[in-house]
C-alpha cells in the first residue's frame, strides 16, 4: 500500500534524527531553557525579518490551538473561525472544552474575509440582547486552510485592517505553513505574516518534525505570561531540548523550505495529472493537498493500490478525495500513481 492520505506518515528528516543522536548525551537545562531552543528561535527571529517577536515551542497542533485561544479570550468570548477551520472540524471540541465557543463562519474554500469579520461583528453588537451571546474575540485563520487553499497578501492585508478596527487580534494557525510558504501561487513570507497577524505558529509535525510547533507572538500584549498558560495547558516538555534541536535543524541552512518545496512540486505534479485526465478540482490549492473530483468507480480502483481520504460525496456516482504530499514522500511513488491515473 502507498500512502496518500495525510502529511505526517513518516518520522523526521534525517537531519534531525542524526542532530538528536549527536546531542543525546549532552545535559542541558529543562523546559526549553536550553542552548538549542535558544538558537532555535534566534533562527526562526531571522527568518521573521529580525522583529522583535517571542518564539515558544510546544509539542502538536491542538494543544498549539488551544493554548494560543486560551492566552487571548476572555471567560465570555468565542474565537471566528471558517466552519472548515481545523478548530472547528478537527479538534474534538477542544476549544469548547476550555470553556470557548468556536463561532463559525460560511466558507467554500476553508478562507473567510474582512468582510465575514466585520459582518459577524457587527450582527453582535447590533443585537439589543448581546450580552446574552458568546461575544467575538479574535480571529482564527489557517495558511493553507484545511482545503489547502491560500490567503493572499492583500486578503490578509483587509483581514489585519479590519481586525485592528475592530480590536480583534488575529491567529494564525500555520500546521502546513512550510507548504504555503514554498507554493508557487505565495505571496506571502514570514516577515509579511508577523506584521498582519498578532500571533502565528510554524508547524514542525506535518513539515519534517518528529513532533513540534513554534509559536510566534507578534503583539506586545499576548508576550506576558505565555509560558505560565503553556505549563498550565501541558504543554511545557520537561525535555524541551528535543523541540529546541528539531526547529534548530529544520531552520539551519534552508532545510525548512527545501523539504515544503519538494512535497508542492510533487503535489503540482499530481493536480496536472488529475486535470489532464478531465477530472475536476474541488478547491484550487497549489499545496500539497489536491482535492481531484473522481468518478467513485475510479475511486475504488486506487484503492486497491493507495491510501488516501475520503472528503466529501459530490453526488451519487463522484466524490471529492484528498491526496496529499509530504517531505519525505518519493518521486517514484508520485510517479507510479500517476501511471494508474492515466490508465484508469
Known amino acids: ?165 475592530l480590536g480583534l487580534p488575529v491567529f494564525l494557525d500555520g500546521a502546513r505553513l512550510g507548504y504555503g510558504l514554498m507554493a508557487e501561487v505565495n505571496t506571502l513570507t514570514l516577515k509579511d505574516i508577523v506584521g498582519l497577524v498578532d500571533v502565528f505558529y510554524i508547524g514542525g509535525t506535518k513539515v519534517g518534525a518528529l513532533f513540534g510547533e513554534a509559536v510566534v507572538i507578534c503583539d506586545p500584549m499576548w508576550k506576558k505570561d505565555f509560558r505560565y498558560l503553556i505549563k498550565q495547558k501541558g504543554g511545557m516538555l520537561a525535555k524541551g531540548r528535543l523541540l529546541g534541536i528539531q526547529f534548530d535543524t529544520l531552520f539551519t541552512d534552508g532545510l525548512y523550505y527545501e523539504i515544503a518545496r519538494h512535497a508542492d512540486e510533487l503535489a503540482i505534479r499530481l493536480r496536472e495529472a488529475f486535470i489532464a485526465k478531465g477530472y475536476r478540482l474541488r478547491y484550487d490549492s497549489f499545496t500539497n493537498q489536491q482535492f481531484p473530483i473522481l468518478p467513485d468507480e475510479h475511486v475504488r480502483k486506487l484503492k486497491e493500490k493507495y491510501s488516501f481520504e475520503l472528503w466529501e460525496k459530490m453526488d451519487d456516482a463522484h466524490s471529492a478525495v484528498r491526496f496529499c504530499t509530504s517531505w519525505a514522500t518519493r518521486e517514484e511513488a508520485v510517479d507510479e500513481l500517476i501511471q494508474d491515473i492515466k490508465a484508469l
Open 1 to 165: 500500500m502507498i500512502r496518500f492520505e495525510c502529511d505526517y506518515l513518516e518520522g523526521a528528516h534525517p537531519s534531525i534524527i542524526k542532530k538528536l543522536e549527536e546531542t543525546n548525551f549532552v545535559q542541558t537545562a529543562g523546559y526549553g531553557e536550553d542552548p538549542f531552543c535558544r538558537s532555535a528561535k534566534e533562527r526562526i527571529k531571522d527568518q521573521c525579518g529580525g522583529m522583535d517577536v517571542d518564539v515558544h515551542f510546544l509539542v502538536g497542533g491542538t494543544q498549539t490551538n488551544l493554548t494560543v485561544i486560551a492566552s487571548i479570550l476572555r471567560p465570555h468570548q468565542g474565537v471566528l473561525a471558517a466552519v472548515t477551520g481545523h478548530v472547528n472540524v478537527h479538534e474534538t471540541g477542544a476549544i469548547e472544552a476550555i470553556g470557548h465557543k468556536v463561532l463559525a463562519l460560511p466558507s467554500e474554500d476553508g478562507r473567510i474575509t474582512a468582510a465575514q469579520i466585520r459582518h459577524a461583528y457587527e450582527m453582535h453588537w447590533n443585537d439589543a440582547n448581546h450580552e446574552h451571546t458568546v461575544q467575538p474575540g479574535m480571529v482564527y485563520i489557517s495558511q493553507p486552510t484545511e482545503n489547502g487553499t491560500l490567503y493572499g497578501r492583500k486578503e490578509l492585508q483587509d483581514i489585519h485592517d479590519t481586525c485592528r478596527a
